[in-house]
């Protein structure tokens, strides 16, 4: 499957992709071509300025230097991407337009950053575009050489993609970039063109950009683990986010009886089928591929990372045992798509194995780390969430602070925050950076292991990728009051992952 890269910003090389239309015309990219000339111009005399210890004059600062940034999805991740953004240091940079398609989510979104960022702010309500066409129009409000920041659920990452790359705009997205295989080729050929344009493309797995992560690599690809035998993951705790959903009516009757929720103040009146899974995202493969890739992927990705290979194929198992974690056992049972266990064997081409526990579920032990185990000793990847790592390596295969060799120094610097400074710099530097094959691998790694626990199969890599069953072809057409991706049948219930039953599609 090709070898990792340790700086995660230069891995442009993509797997057999359909082909697709070239995007660019000449007025376009000569645009972009002047507008990045100047943006390393002064990138490059900022940098320099600090260093002085000086600083520069405001010329063209407000013009030509400023990078404008639009935020498109603004719930909590998006929100949180947009702070990190007004945060980093090496040039002026201000939000100009934001999108989303629930009116309340963009205005609490809008007054978290304009209470913390509001000289940076520059958002007017005809810049705030409420509708599924809104992302063209926060993207149109951006020059090229600025950046898009994509923070939807993922079905509608290689949408909006799409459109960045035509308008020569500079993208971050949130993982996971895919959701299924049709979407991953898509998003391969993407890639593509956006490298041909010159654009750069940042991918929400800061993970990589971790200092820890990124020495303990170091460290085990010189030897000191010795040969590695066995990496495993675990991601075990109570619900979170909207992993599992009552019926419709049941959330709305709930969402009348409260002013706010953790998915959101409560919208008034009717909710529609479509603007109900979008709401409860995680709850749906079509959406986010599920509480497993939204969840699992940086596990599985900062494991891949270490033994610098994708694995070759996954076997899994995987059930629900509680239909109530949701709805009132009154009301009914949970009707989302979601497993609320996994176990997954990944393997990759050498044989060596990835083991992947995840669990969501109330009053069993929790765990969120990842471990590396090889022939010398033992590697700590991650410790307790994402951040801070606290990697460390022992000799033997226990944690023992009297066999402890090497531990990387606290505080850690976040890596939100330095995946972030990477990107600019790249802008304002002018130099190669896109991450989004290595995202769409990670995201296809991801969803082999949840389609191996899903159809009771081992799933190859090839498998994956070539999978026919796209889960929502029409992404690109939807409309609020229009059909859903899925379904419900007449208790409100969606089709769900019968293993064994369903074997090479992970609902029918």
Sequence with gaps: MGQLRTNSALNTASSPSPSASTYSTDATHSAGSSRREFLKTTGAALTASALAGTMIPAVH?????????????????????????LQVQNGPIKLVAMADVFEDRLNTSFRALHDRFEGQMD?????RFISFEGYKQAIDCLRPGDVAIFATPPAFRWVHFQYAIEKG???????????????TRKMLALAEK????????????????????????DRIQSGQLGELITLRCYRM??????????????????????????????PMGDV????????????????????????????????????????VQAQATGGRHY??????????????????????????????????????????????ASYAHGSKGLGIISTSSHTPAKCRIYKGQKIDKDDLVWAYPQPEPNPYGLEWEDLIRAIRQDQPYNEVVRGAQASLVTAMGRMAAHTG???????????????????DKLTMDGPAPLKADAQGRYPVPMPGILTDREYA
């Excluded at 958002?123 to 810049?127: A, D, I, N």
């Excluded at 956006?194 to 820890?212: D, F, I, S, Y």
């Excluded at 199969?457 to 992404?475: G, K, N, R, S």
């Design 169 to 183: 705009v500079n993208v971050f997205m949130e993982k996971p970039v895919t959701v299924d295989g049709p979407s």
């Design 61 to 85: 600062a407000a013009q030509d230097s400023t990078i404008q940034i639009a935020l498109i999805g603004c719930g909590g991740r998006g929100t949180g991407a947009a702070q990190n953004a």
């Design 272 to 311: 529609s089928e479509v603007a109900f899974q979008i709401r409860r995202f995680h709850s749906f493969l079509w959406a986010s591929g599920g509480l497993y890739s939204d969840f699992y992927i940086h596990n599985i990705d900062e494991c891949c990372w270490m033994k610098n290979a994708w694995p």
């Design 323 to 368: 239909r109530n974690h949701a709805t009132p056992p009154e009301k009914g049972q949970d009707v989302d798509q979601n497993f609320d266990s996994y176990s997954v064997e990944y393997t990759f081409a050498d044989g060596t194995k990835l083991f992947l526990y995840g669990r969501t579920m109330v009053g069993c032990h929790d765990e969120f």
């Design 194 to 217: 956006a490298t041909q344009k010159n654009l750069k493309v940042g991918v929400g797995l800061m993970c990589r950009h971790c200092k820890a992560r990124q020495e303990l690599f």
């Design 457 to 475: 199969q081992v799933i190859t890599y090839d498998d994956m990728l070539h999978c026919a069953h796209e889960f929502a072809p029409d992404v």
């Design 123 to 127: 958002v007017p309500p005809e810049r």
């Design 237 to 266: 705790h109570p619900p979170v986010g909207s992993a599992f959903s009552p019926p419709r009516h049941v959330w709305q009757e709930t969402l009348g009886r409260a002013s706010r929720r953790k998915d959101g103040p409560a």
